[in-house]
C-alpha cells in the first residue's frame, strides 16, 4: 500500500511566488524527511522534521508536521528557477531500523 | 563536506546477468541502506544493513538480491540474475549511529539498465 502521497503532484510557478507542497502519511513515524531530486539526478536532504515538532525553518524553507492529522507541508519562500525539482516527503518509522517510507512526490516547475 | 559516493553511475547488463553495485558510506557511519526508483516512480525501500546483516528487507529484495560489507569501507549490492523489471535507479544511504541525528544521507545513485 501506499505510504505517502504528495499533492499537487505537478505544480508550476513563477520565480519570487511561493511554492506549497503537501505531504500525507499512513503510519506512526519518528521524523519527516523533505527530500530534493533534479532529473534523473540524487536526492538531497532539505530538512527533517521530528514528529515532537510542529514547524521548522531552513533559509527559505519552512515544513510543518500535523501528527494529529498525518500531514505535513513544505513551503519554499521567493522561489527561484533554479529550486526547479522534483519533492519528496519520507517518513522514517518508528519500528526496526528506521526505513524511510517515500512519498509519490511533487514536480515544481519554476519559470522566469 | 563527506558524503556518500556510489560506482557506477551508470550500468548496462543483459537479462540474467549478475550486477554489483557498490557504495562506500560515510565513514563514521553504521546503519546503512539500498532503495531504487524505478523511471517516474517513487523511492522503495530494499534493505536495511546494522551491524554486518540485513536488518530488514522488503518484499521486492528476493533471493536474487544479496547485501555485503566486504570490508571496512564498501557496501554493495548484488543481483545475481537481473530481470528486465530492475532496470530502476539505486541507490545507497547511510545513517549515524546517534539517535540525535537520523539524517540518512544519499548517494547519488546508480542507474541500472537491463536489456
Known amino acids: 500500500s501506499q505510504q505517502g502521497e504528495e499533492d499537487p503532484q505537478a505544480l508550476s510557478i513563477q520565480e519570487g511566488e511561493n511554492a506549497t507542497m503537501n505531504c500525507s502519511y499512513k503510519?506512526?513515524?519518528?521524523?519527516l524527511q523533505w527530500y530534493r531530486q533534479n532529473s534523473g539526478r540524487g536526492l538531497v536532504h532539505l530538512i527533517l522534521?521530528?514528529?515532537?515538532?510542529r514547524e521548522k525553518h531552513s533559509g527559505r524553507l519552512r515544513v510543518t508536521l500535523d501528527t494529529s492529522k498525518k500531514s505535513s507541508s513544505l513551503l519554499i519562500t521567493a522561489s527561484r528557477a533554479a529550486d526547479t525539482a522534483s519533492y519528496f516527503c519520507?517518513?522514517?518509522?518508528?519500528?526496526?531500523?528506521?526505513?524511510?517510507?517515500f512519498g509519490t512526490g511533487t514536480r515544481l516547475l519554476v519559470s522566469p | 563536506e563527506p558524503e556518500v559516493t556510489q560506482t557506477p553511475s551508470h550500468q548496462v547488463t543483459q537479462m540474467g546477468q549478475e550486477v554489483i553495485l557498490r557504495c562506500v558510506p560515510i565513514?563514521?557511519?553504521?546503519?546503512f541502506y539500498w532503495y531504487r526508483q524505478i523511471l517516474g516512480q517513487k523511492v522503495e525501500f530494499l534493505v536495511s544493513?546494522?551491524?554486518?546483516?540485513?536488518?530488514?528487507k522488503s518484499e521486492i529484495f528476493d533471493d536474487q538480491f544479496s547485501v555485503e560489507r566486504p570490508d571496512g569501507s564498501n557496501f554493495t549490492l548484488k543481483i545475481r540474475s537481473t530481470k528486465l523489471e530492475d532496470s530502476a535507479m539505486y541507490f545507497c544511504?547511510?545513517?549515524?549511529?546517534?539517535?540525535?541525528?537520523?539524517?540518512?544521507?544519499f548517494g547519488p545513485g546508480t542507474r541500472l539498465t537491463v536489456l
Open positions: 522534521i521530528r514528529s515532537n515538532e
Open positions: 544493513f546494522y551491524n554486518n546483516e540485513i536488518s530488514e
Open positions: 565513514s563514521n557511519h553504521l546503519y
Open positions: 544511504a547511510s545513517r549515524e549511529t546517534s539517535r540525535l541525528s537520523n539524517e540518512q544521507f
Open positions: 503510519t506512526s513515524i519518528n521524523n
Open positions: 519520507a517518513g522514517e518509522r518508528n519500528t526496526g531500523f528506521q526505513k524511510l517510507v
